[in-house]
């Protein structure tokens, strides 16, 4: 169960940052640049890994007191989204690890990062209310 979770929780974040990067690699980055696209992109895709975060725990039914589960949930997302980018992406843009990582804006590049580093835990803090553990239908 809570490696499904963690691929639908992978799945709704990656359709939305999979739309958010057309968008702002055909419209914003020619406006204002790479850093800047990027840097306005991340709030967007915090705001859709909260949301899939809690549509998730709550869907799985997973209760506010199981840390471990939730945070499965995030890791698993976490390895399924660094896999999707080094597999698909990486192989859409035509660059090896290495070029990818040394192309990086060192500004937007760290904030992707902590991007990342709040995906993996989100699941852990989504969903705090009282309806907890209630199976969505």
């Given at each position: 169960m809570i490696f499904l979770a963690g691929a639908v929780y992978f799945v709704l974040v990656f359709a939305v940052g999979f739309a958010l990067g057309v968008i702002r690699v055909?419209?914003?980055?020619?406006?204002l640049g790479e850093r800047w696209a990027e840097l306005l992109e991340t709030p967007l895709m915090i705001a859709a890994s909260y949301l899939a975060a809690?549509?998730?725990?709550r869907r799985f039914g997973v209760p506010v007191d199981r840390i471990a589960q939730r945070l499965g949930i995030g890791l698993i997302g976490?390895?399924?989204?660094?896999?999707?980018?080094?597999?698909?992406?990486?192989?859409?843009?035509?660059?090896?690890?290495?070029?990818y990582v040394a192309g990086r804006d060192p500004v937007s590049g760290g904030?992707?990062?902590?991007?990342?580093?709040?995906?993996?835990?989100?699941?852990?803090?989504?969903?705090?209310?009282?309806?907890?553990?209630?199976?969505?239908?």
């Open positions: 055909v419209l914003v980055v020619p406006a809690r549509w998730t725990v976490l390895a399924l989204l660094l896999g999707a980018e080094i597999g698909v992406v990486l192989r859409l843009r035509g660059l090896s690890i290495s070029e904030v992707y990062v902590l991007a990342l580093l709040v995906f993996s835990v989100m699941p852990v803090f989504a969903g705090r209310s009282g309806a907890e553990g209630v199976r969505a239908s």
